[in-house]
C-alpha cells in the first residue's frame, strides 16, 4: 500500500472530484489531509462541498493547472504524496463547438501538472480518464486495459493525448502513475448539460425531452460513489505504472434510460412525460457503443459497484427535485435515499 496521507484533487470542486472527497471524508479509512485545487469554471461549484469545507484536514486553493509554479509550490508546502487528477472539460458537445479549449486543459494542463511532480519523485500521479478514449463499439463486446486506442470526438482525441502523456512519463521518467478509465458516471452535483441531470430537470418542468438520433446509443452507467470508492481501491493497492477500467456493468440506450427516467418521475401517470420525447439531429461522430470489463478491477482489487440503477437513478432524482439551497451536502445526510 502507497502512502495516502496528503492529497492534491485537482478538480475537487467538480462532479466527480467533489464526489471522492466527500467520500475520503466520510470514510474511516482515511485519516489523511485534502488540498482541493480547482480553477471553479463553469462545471466547479464550492457548495458541493458544504458541510465540509470547515473539515480540519481539507483546504481549497483556487488556480488553474497551467499555473506549474503555483502547483510546485503547494506540493511542497503541503507535503503531497499523492495527486489525483480529475480537472479536465468533458462535455463532447462543447468540444464539436471548439477543441481549443480541450487541448489547453485536458493535454497542456495535464503535462504542467506532470512537470510540477516530475520534480517531486516521491508523489505518486493518478490520472482519470474515461471509456471514450477507446471509440466505438458494436453490438457485443467490452473495452478493457489493452484495447487498442480509438477517438472520435475532440474531447476523447484531448483526454487520449493526457493518457499518452502520463504513460511517457511513467517511462522517461520514472513517475510513479496509475491511470484509470471509467464509463459514464451520474449522481448528485452532476452538471446540467449532461443527459441525466438534463433529462431529470425537463421532466420536472415538463419541457420536451431532446435524445440524438432515434435514441439507440447505448452506455454503460457508473454511480458516481462507486467511481469515488474505485479509485480510493486503486490509490492503496492499484501497481505502479497499472492501467485500470472502472465499468459499471449497467448498458441502456439512451431511449431506455429516458424511459426509466420517466417511470421513476412520473409513475402514476408516464404517457404525459413521454409525450415530451424528441428525436433530434444526431451529433457528428456520436459514438454507438461504450462498455468497460472491470474484470481486472474484481479480481485484483476486489471491487465492484455497489449501486443498482435504479437506487442510483432515485437518490440523483431525489436531489435534484429539491431547490439548491436545500439540497443536502452535509457529512451525515449526503446519502440520499440510504
Same mark, same amino acid.
Given at each position: 500500500m502507497r502512502p495516502t496521507a496528503s492529497l492534491f484533487v485537482t478538480g475537487g470542486a467538480g462532479f466527480i472530484g467533489s464526489a471522492f472527497i466527500r467520500y475520503l471524508l466520510r470514510s474511516p479509512d482515511f485519516t489523511g489531509r485534502i488540498l482541493n485545487y480547482d480553477l471553479l469554471t463553469y462545471a466547479g461549484n464550492l457548495e458541493f462541498l458544504k458541510g465540509f469545507h470547515t473539515h480540519p484536514r481539507y483546504?481549497? %486553493?483556487?488556480?488553474?493547472?497551467? &499555473?506549474?509554479?503555483?502547483?510546485?509550490?503547494?506540493?511542497? =508546502?503541503?507535503?503531497?504524496? !499523492?495527486?489525483?487528477?480529475f480537472a479536465a472539460e468533458t462535455h463532447v458537445d462543447r468540444s464539436i463547438?471548439?477543441?481549443?479549449?480541450?487541448?489547453? !486543459? &485536458? %493535454?497542456?494542463?495535464?503535462?504542467?501538472?506532470? =512537470?510540477?511532480?516530475?520534480?517531486?519523485?516521491?508523489? #505518486?500521479?493518478?490520472?482519470?480518464?474515461?471509456?471514450? %478514449?477507446y471509440g466505438s463499439l458494436g453490438e457485443s463486446g467490452a473495452f478493457n486495459e489493452t484495447s487498442p486506442y480509438r477517438p472520435n470526438s475532440p474531447y476523447s482525441a484531448s483526454k487520449a493525448a493526457s493518457d499518452h502523456l502520463v504513460r511517457a512519463f511513467t517511462q522517461t521518467y520514472g513517475v510513479s502513475t496509475t491511470i484509470?478509465?471509467?464509463?459514464?458516471?451520474?449522481?448528485?452535483?452532476?452538471?446540467g448539460e449532461k443527459l441525466i441531470p438534463l433529462m431529470i430537470r425537463n421532466c420536472?418542468?415538463?419541457?420536451?425531452?431532446?435524445?440524438?438520433?432515434?435514441?439507440?446509443?447505448?452506455?454503460?452507467?457508473?454511480?458516481?460513489?462507486?467511481?469515488? =470508492?474505485a479509485i480510493w481501491r486503486i490509490l492503496q493497492k492499484g501497481k505502479k505504472g497499472g492501467t485500470y477500467a472502472i465499468g459499471g456493468k449497467t448498458e441502456l440506450s439512451n431511449l431506455e434510460?429516458? #424511459?426509466?427516467?420517466?417511470?421513476?418521475? #412520473?409513475? =402514476? &401517470?408516464?404517457?404525459?412525460?413521454?409525450?415530451?420525447?424528441?428525436?433530434?439531429?444526431?451529433?457528428?461522430?456520436?459514438?454507438?457503443?461504450?462498455?468497460?470489463?472491470p474484470s481486472k478491477m474484481e479480481k485484483e482489487l476486489h471491487w465492484q459497484p455497489r449501486t443498482s440503477l435504479k437506487e442510483g437513478l432515485l437518490r440523483t432524482?431525489?436531489?435534484?427535485?429539491?431547490?439548491?439551497?436545500?439540497r443536502s451536502f452535509s457529512r451525515r445526510k449526503f446519502l440520499i435515499g440510504k
Open positions: 483546504h481549497f %486553493v483556487q488556480g488553474n493547472i497551467l &499555473n506549474q509554479p503555483l502547483v510546485e509550490r503547494l506540493l511542497l =508546502e503541503r507535503e503531497i504524496d !499523492t495527486l489525483v487528477h463547438a471548439s477543441a481549443q479549449p480541450f487541448i489547453e !486543459t &485536458n %493535454v497542456k494542463g495535464t503535462l504542467s501538472l506532470l =512537470e510540477a511532480v516530475r520534480k517531486v519523485p516521491h508523489i #505518486h500521479f493518478h490520472h482519470i480518464s474515461t471509456d471514450e %478514449v484509470s478509465h471509467c464509463s459514464n458516471n451520474y449522481g448528485p452535483c452532476q452538471n420536472l418542468k415538463k419541457k420536451p425531452l431532446p435524445i440524438y438520433g432515434r435514441g439507440a446509443n447505448i452506455r454503460d452507467w457508473l454511480y458516481v460513489d462507486d467511481h469515488a =470508492e434510460l429516458v #424511459h426509466l427516467l420517466i417511470s421513476l418521475i #412520473h409513475p =402514476e &401517470n408516464p404517457r404525459d412525460l413521454h409525450s415530451l420525447i424528441r428525436f433530434v439531429q444526431d451529433r457528428p461522430g456520436h459514438d454507438f457503443r461504450y462498455a468497460l470489463d432524482i431525489r436531489w435534484y427535485s429539491e431547490p439548491f439551497s436545500m
